[in-house]
């Protein structure tokens, strides 16, 4: 049994325990969900079709002993011993397969992360995610190790006219319908890896909080970032730092492991497919929101 004496006043484990977060995804978020376990979510569903290679333990959290075992059911295994009382269940197959099958229900889930670096996977949870009025947050790894990214498609965002995750990324699923195609393996590091899933931990942490109205767990990070969904952070302190560049306000003296929320001009006319914020609408919704309180 997990002693959470040192959590009192931080994080609600009532809060936690009763938390049921659909994980897809699970390499270099492997961490991300130990810790979720560790943290005393109660409810864990573990998504992934894929083996552990000889290069995962380099970039992933997984060990040498580990390599050949399906990622989602060395993970149980890990989560088992970390938390007993984690009900964490392994499903070794593509998202696709799953829902489809009569066990599973996505409407017991209070979170979806969207944790694959695949973008159309993350597509397809997007459009799920706002059709099912489900909230999802979804991340990615800069290349070269120059940042991260966060972003979510939320109800309450979307009703405040801040969009979704395919709103805020829209010039990415743009170069994707241009013909854009990804470099396959690419570089990436542990280290990496790490930095976003705490920025991940926190900020889920934050969200389930927040959405049970307890003033535990941080929830003015969530009110935030519910309000302007996508955030950049930075790990190279001269990224997107040249003039008229995102980060080209940030002081040298503080530059580094610059955050900010990242803002996105939409064209005229534009209408989202998936959740249906239209432009300017987005626009003078973001502009309104400086925080959302669901409460």
Same mark, same amino acid.
């Given at each position: 049994?997990?002693?959470?004496?040192?959590?009192?006043g931080?994080?609600d484990?009532g809060?936690?325990a009763k938390?049921?977060?659909?994980c897809?995804?699970?390499g270099?978020a492997?961490?991300?969900?130990?810790n979720?376990a560790r943290?005393g979510?109660g409810?864990?569903?573990?998504?992934?079709?894929d083996?552990?290679?000889a290069t995962?333990?380099? @970039?992933?959290?997984f060990g =040498? /002993?580990?390599?050949?075992?399906?990622?989602?059911? +060395? &993970?149980?295994?890990d989560?088992?011993?970390?938390?007993?009382?984690?009900?964490?269940?392994a499903?070794?197959?593509?998202?696709?397969?799953?829902?489809?099958?009569p066990?599973f229900?996505?409407?017991?889930?209070?979170?979806?992360?969207?944790?694959?670096d695949?973008?159309m996977v993350q597509?397809?949870?997007?459009?799920?995610?706002c059709?099912r009025g489900?909230?999802?947050?979804?991340?990615?790894?800069?290349?070269?190790?120059?940042a991260v990214?966060?972003?979510?498609s939320?109800?309450?965002?979307?009703?405040?006219g801040?969009?979704c995750?395919?709103c805020?990324?829209?010039?990415?699923?743009k170069?994707?319908a241009?013909g854009?195609k990804? @470099?396959r393996?690419?570089g =990436? /590091?542990i280290?990496?890896?790490e930095y976003?899933? +705490? &920025?991940?931990?926190?900020?889920?942490?934050?969200l389930?909080?927040?959405?049970?109205?307890?003033?535990?767990?941080?929830p003015?990070?969530?009110?935030?970032?519910?309000?302007?969904?996508?955030?950049?952070?930075?790990l190279?302190?001269?990224?997107a730092?040249?003039?008229?560049?995102a980060f080209?306000c940030?002081p040298a003296?503080?530059?580094?492991f610059t955050?900010?929320?990242?803002?996105?001009?939409?064209p005229?006319?534009f209408?989202c497919a998936?959740?249906?914020?239209?432009?300017?609408?987005?626009?003078?919704?973001?502009?309104?929101?400086a925080?959302?309180?669901?409460?």
């Open positions: 049994m997990i002693n959470y004496e040192r959590y009192e931080l994080i484990q809060v936690m938390a049921s977060i659909l897809v995804g699970a270099g492997a961490n991300l969900y130990r979720l943290a979510v409810k864990l569903a573990l998504v992934d079709h083996d552990i290679s995962n333990p380099a @970039t992933q959290a =040498s /002993h580990q390599i050949g075992k399906k990622k989602v059911a +060395a &993970l149980v295994e989560i088992a011993r970390i938390n007993p009382n984690c009900d964490v269940t499903h070794p197959i593509k998202i696709q397969n799953l829902m489809p099958e066990a229900k996505l409407q017991d889930y209070d979170l979806i992360l969207a944790m694959t695949n973008f597509a397809a949870l997007n459009r799920i995610a059709k489900i909230d999802a947050l979804f991340a990615a790894a800069y290349y070269n190790g120059a990214e966060v972003t979510g939320f109800r309450c965002s979307i009703e405040a801040c969009g995750h395919r805020n990324t829209y010039l990415r699923y170069a994707y241009d854009f990804p @470099t393996n690419a =990436s /590091h280290f990496q890896a976003l899933n +705490a &920025l991940l931990g926190n900020m889920v942490v934050s389930l909080h927040d959405n049970a109205g307890s003033e535990l767990g941080n003015h990070l969530a009110q935030r970032f519910l309000a302007s969904p996508l955030i950049v952070s930075r190279n302190p001269t990224y730092a040249q003039e008229n560049e080209s940030i003296d503080q530059a580094t955050t900010r929320h990242w803002p996105r001009d939409l005229p006319g209408v998936d959740c249906g914020t239209t432009y300017p609408d987005y626009r003078a919704g973001a502009s309104k929101c925080i959302i309180d669901r409460s």
